[in-house]
């Protein structure tokens, strides 16, 4: 990854990205995540050691259902996340 930030969420907290962040990556480091992308009829559960790739513009809610670290970055050189643009 070419530049990740990493937050701590506690067991319930709620975090949440939007804009265009198709790209951005989601990591699990420790923990476990629920996430939801707008316009995504899925939701997705992401544990230690997975990732997820957002595919599209808009909001993305993060969840935490355990005390977890998650690294929010890009592949894409030159391009800081969670900064997202509209």
Same mark, same amino acid.
Request: with cysteine.
């Given at each position: 990854m070419q530049s990740e930030n990493i937050f701590?969420?506690?067991?319930?907290? @709620?975090?949440s990205i939007k804009g265009n962040?198709?790209?951005t990556v989601i990591?699990?480091?420790a923990g476990v995540l629920w996430l939801t992308q707008q316009g995504d009829p899925a939701d997705h559960l992401i544990r230690a050691g997975e990732d997820f790739?957002?595919?599209?513009?808009?909001l993305v @809610?993060?969840?935490?259902?355990?005390?977890?670290?998650?690294?929010?970055?890009?592949?894409?050189p030159g391009v800081i996340s969670p900064a997202c643009s509209s």
């Open positions: 701590h969420l506690r067991d319930g907290e @709620l975090f962040c198709a790209g990591c699990c480091r790739a957002v595919s599209r513009r808009g @809610l993060i969840s935490a259902l355990a005390e977890s670290e998650v690294g929010i970055g890009t592949d894409q």
